[in-house]
Protein backbone atom coordinates (compact mmCIF):
# COMPACT_ATOMS: atom_id res chain seq x y z
CA UNK A 1 0.00 0.00 0.00
CA UNK A 2 1.17 3.20 -0.79
CA UNK A 3 1.56 5.85 2.27
CA UNK A 4 -0.64 9.01 2.12
CA UNK A 5 1.62 12.09 1.71
CA UNK A 6 0.75 14.66 4.31
CA UNK A 7 1.43 18.58 5.16
CA UNK A 8 1.47 20.49 8.07
CA UNK A 9 0.51 24.22 9.10
CA UNK A 10 0.72 25.82 12.64
CA UNK A 11 2.64 28.16 14.06
CA UNK A 12 3.98 26.63 17.17
CA UNK A 13 7.11 24.68 16.11
CA UNK A 14 7.20 22.54 19.12
CA UNK A 15 3.71 21.44 18.82
CA UNK A 16 5.04 20.87 15.03
CA UNK A 17 7.92 18.98 15.25
CA UNK A 18 5.85 16.42 17.60
CA UNK A 19 3.18 16.04 15.26
CA UNK A 20 5.54 15.22 12.43
CA UNK A 21 7.72 12.47 14.85
CA UNK A 22 4.14 11.17 15.85
CA UNK A 23 2.35 11.17 11.82
CA UNK A 24 5.49 9.27 11.47
CA UNK A 25 5.48 6.74 13.50
CA UNK A 26 2.21 5.72 11.89
CA UNK A 27 3.45 2.99 9.08
CA UNK A 28 1.02 4.10 5.91
CA UNK A 29 1.55 8.55 6.63
CA UNK A 30 4.78 9.86 5.30
CA UNK A 31 4.92 14.41 6.04
CA UNK A 32 6.28 16.05 2.81
CA UNK A 33 5.75 19.45 4.27
CA UNK A 34 5.81 21.96 6.93
CA UNK A 35 4.36 25.68 7.24
CA UNK A 36 4.21 28.27 10.12
CA UNK A 37 1.41 29.86 8.98
CA UNK A 38 -0.74 30.13 5.07
CA UNK A 39 1.65 32.49 3.60
CA UNK A 40 4.66 30.16 4.64
CA UNK A 41 2.46 27.22 2.77
CA UNK A 42 2.18 29.10 -0.07
CA UNK A 43 5.44 29.71 -0.82
CA UNK A 44 6.41 26.21 0.38
CA UNK A 45 3.51 24.21 -1.95
CA UNK A 46 4.60 26.48 -5.21
CA UNK A 47 8.39 25.51 -4.69
CA UNK A 48 7.07 21.97 -4.11
CA UNK A 49 6.65 18.88 -6.51
CA UNK A 50 4.83 16.63 -4.15
CA UNK A 51 1.28 18.07 -3.47
CA UNK A 52 0.23 16.19 -0.17
CA UNK A 53 -2.98 14.12 0.35
CA UNK A 54 -4.21 15.41 3.49
CA UNK A 55 -3.13 19.06 4.88
CA UNK A 56 -3.60 19.34 8.50
CA UNK A 57 -4.36 23.00 9.32
CA UNK A 58 -4.18 24.86 12.63
CA UNK A 59 -7.37 27.43 13.09
CA UNK A 60 -5.50 30.28 15.10
CA UNK A 61 -1.89 31.57 13.14
CA UNK A 62 -0.21 34.78 12.61
CA UNK A 63 -0.22 35.99 9.09
CA UNK A 64 -2.66 34.16 7.73
CA UNK A 65 -4.93 32.27 9.55
CA UNK A 66 -6.73 28.37 9.39
CA UNK A 67 -9.76 29.81 7.62
CA UNK A 68 -8.00 32.15 5.13
CA UNK A 69 -5.32 29.28 4.43
CA UNK A 70 -8.17 26.70 3.95
CA UNK A 71 -9.82 29.06 1.31
CA UNK A 72 -6.44 29.43 -0.55
CA UNK A 73 -5.91 25.43 -0.54
CA UNK A 74 -9.80 25.00 -1.51
CA UNK A 75 -9.26 27.31 -4.80
CA UNK A 76 -5.85 25.78 -5.55
CA UNK A 77 -5.65 22.47 -4.51
CA UNK A 78 -9.07 20.97 -4.78
CA UNK A 79 -7.95 17.48 -4.76
CA UNK A 80 -6.26 17.95 -0.86
CA UNK A 81 -8.35 16.74 2.10
CA UNK A 82 -8.21 19.83 4.56
CA UNK A 83 -8.02 18.79 8.41
CA UNK A 84 -8.37 21.55 10.74
CA UNK A 85 -6.51 20.86 14.26
CA UNK A 86 -7.14 23.42 17.11
CA UNK A 87 -7.32 23.51 20.71
CA UNK A 88 -11.18 25.74 20.02
CA UNK A 89 -13.99 23.50 19.93
CA UNK A 90 -16.23 26.85 19.55
CA UNK A 91 -19.18 26.03 17.48
CA UNK A 92 -18.45 28.38 14.96
CA UNK A 93 -14.91 28.00 14.30
CA UNK A 94 -16.02 24.58 13.27
CA UNK A 95 -18.84 25.67 10.96
CA UNK A 96 -16.32 28.42 9.60
CA UNK A 97 -13.25 25.39 8.99
CA UNK A 98 -15.98 22.96 7.31
CA UNK A 99 -16.92 26.02 5.12
CA UNK A 100 -13.63 26.88 4.19
CA UNK A 101 -13.14 23.31 2.71
CA UNK A 102 -12.06 21.06 5.54
CA UNK A 103 -13.20 18.02 5.58
CA UNK A 104 -13.03 16.86 9.19
CA UNK A 105 -12.22 18.80 12.56
CA UNK A 106 -10.34 17.45 15.15
CA UNK A 107 -9.16 18.89 18.51
CA UNK A 108 -5.24 19.15 19.11
CA UNK A 109 -5.61 16.92 22.58
CA UNK A 110 -6.99 14.30 20.78
CA UNK A 111 -5.32 10.75 21.76
CA UNK A 112 -3.16 9.70 18.90
CA UNK A 113 -5.24 6.74 17.82
CA UNK A 114 -7.80 8.91 17.27
CA UNK A 115 -5.56 10.69 14.87
CA UNK A 116 -4.92 8.02 12.84
CA UNK A 117 -8.18 6.61 12.86
CA UNK A 118 -9.20 9.91 11.13
CA UNK A 119 -6.44 9.71 8.43
CA UNK A 120 -7.70 6.35 7.76
CA UNK A 121 -10.93 7.64 6.82
CA UNK A 122 -10.29 10.52 5.35
CA UNK A 123 -8.72 8.64 2.79
CA UNK A 124 -10.75 5.79 2.63
CA UNK A 125 -14.49 8.23 2.71
CA UNK A 126 -12.81 11.49 2.25
CA UNK A 127 -14.16 13.08 5.35
CA UNK A 128 -14.42 12.09 9.04
CA UNK A 129 -16.50 13.34 11.55
CA UNK A 130 -14.85 13.89 15.21
CA UNK A 131 -16.76 14.77 18.36
CA UNK A 132 -16.03 18.34 18.14
CA UNK A 133 -18.30 18.41 14.89
CA UNK A 134 -20.99 16.46 16.52
CA UNK A 135 -23.25 20.00 17.00
CA UNK A 136 -26.31 21.15 15.67
CA UNK A 137 -25.25 22.09 12.48
CA UNK A 138 -28.18 22.29 10.90
CA UNK A 139 -29.14 25.19 13.35
CA UNK A 140 -26.19 27.05 12.57
CA UNK A 141 -26.23 26.61 9.31
CA UNK A 142 -29.49 28.06 9.17
CA UNK A 143 -28.33 31.07 11.34
CA UNK A 144 -25.61 32.06 8.79
CA UNK A 145 -27.23 31.98 5.51
CA UNK A 146 -29.42 34.39 6.34
CA UNK A 147 -26.69 37.08 6.28
CA UNK A 148 -29.92 39.74 7.21
CA UNK A 149 -30.78 39.99 10.76
CA UNK A 150 -34.90 39.04 11.04
CA UNK A 151 -36.72 42.03 12.60
CA UNK A 152 -40.23 41.59 14.00
CA UNK A 153 -42.39 45.06 13.39
CA UNK A 154 -41.71 47.45 16.35
CA UNK A 155 -38.07 47.17 15.69
CA UNK A 156 -38.73 47.90 11.94
CA UNK A 157 -40.75 50.76 13.05
CA UNK A 158 -37.90 51.96 14.96
CA UNK A 159 -35.45 51.85 12.63
CA UNK A 160 -37.57 53.49 10.12
CA UNK A 161 -38.30 56.42 12.69
CA UNK A 162 -34.50 56.69 13.67
Known amino acids: MKKATIGLVDDHQLFLKSLVLML ?6 EV ?17 TIVPDIMLIDVSMPVMNGIETAQWLSTN ?3 MKLVALSMNNDEYAVIAMLKAGCCAYLLKDAHPNELENALKEIIEKGFYNSD ?10 ANQVNEKPLLNEKEKEFLGLA
Do not use: C, H
Request: glycine share 2%; charged share 30%; aromatic share 12%.
Open 24 to 29: ESFKNY
Open 77 to 79: YPA
Open 32 to 48: VIEALNGKDLQEKLTAK
Open 132 to 141: ASNINFRKLL
